[in-house]
């Protein structure tokens, strides 16, 4: 085995390998369904590129797969910078759509909208806070609006019994913890924030 000849990879054979472990990179950088890459994914990569550079000339292709992998990833900086600045141009409209923007999308409990939302503001500058902002308020309005129910009912029942008034402290208490566990599970899957980093 020690004198068998390398198999002679040419430049487009193995460029198409390497432009599926970039559009993978490309995937998982998105946020896209996408596994992460293997040992077996590295092996082939890695192989690949070790092979096509050091086979001998005129097929050392060590230049040109040099020169492709920064156009492909200059190309990719490029989109994503296009992409940014024109989402960034149009992200308060966005935003605030009464039927659409994130309000209604938190009103409305569209939990994979939210995710989806997320993941395309998390990619410009200061994209989060808008959503952050509305995100605070409308936490602060429901728990405002349960601290106002809370406080109807117990001038409603002063005149009843005290053992009511202890009830009604302890439906308070529930809703408050629901309201919270509602809202943390918002942070960590649709926001994908961890609460034990942050």
């Known amino acids: 085995m020690a004198g068998q000849e390398r198999r002679t990879i040419d430049l487009e054979e193995g460029w198409a390998v390497m432009q599926k472990g970039i559009t993978k990179l490309k995937n998982i950088l998105e946020g896209k369904p996408e596994p992460q890459f293997s040992s077996e994914d590295y092996m082939m990569l890695y192989t690949t590129i070790y092979n096509m550079c050091t086979q001998k000339p005129p097929h050392d292709y060590s230049q040109q797969l040099y020169?492709?992998?920064?156009?492909?990833?200059?190309?990719?900086?490029?989109?994503?910078?296009?992409?940014?600045?024109?989402?960034?141009?149009?992200?308060?409209?966005?935003?605030?759509?009464?039927?659409?923007?994130?309000?209604?999308?938190?009103?409305?409990?569209?939990?994979?909208?939210?995710?989806?939302?997320?993941?395309?503001?998390?990619?410009?500058?200061?994209?989060?806070?808008?959503?952050?902002?509305?995100?605070?308020?409308?936490?602060?309005?429901?728990?405002?609006?349960?601290?106002?129910?809370?406080?109807?009912?117990?001038?409603?029942?002063?005149?009843?019994?005290?053992?009511?008034?202890?009830?009604?402290?302890?439906?308070?208490?529930?809703?408050?913890?629901?309201?919270?566990d509602k809202y943390v599970a918002y942070v960590t899957q649709c926001l994908h924030v961890d609460l034990w980093i942050s």
């Not at 020169?67 to 492909?72: H, P």
């Not at 992200?91 to 939990?111: N, Q, Y």
């Not at 806070?129 to 728990?143: W, Y």
Request: charged share 30%.
């Open 67 to 180: 020169n492709k992998y920064r156009e492909s990833f200059e190309e990719y900086i490029t989109s994503m910078k296009v992409q940014n600045e024109s989402l960034a141009q149009y992200a308060t409209p966005l935003l605030e759509k009464e039927h659409s923007g994130c309000s209604a999308l938190l009103r409305d409990d569209t939990v994979e909208d939210l995710s989806r939302m997320y993941r395309l503001f998390s990619k410009i500058t200061r994209g989060l806070e808008p959503i952050s902002n509305m995100f605070k308020t409308h936490v602060t309005n429901e728990g405002a609006a349960l601290v106002k129910q809370a406080e109807d009912s117990a001038s409603n029942k002063k005149l009843e019994k005290k053992d009511m008034i202890g009830m009604q402290e302890q439906v308070f208490l529930w809703k408050i913890i629901e309201l919270h």
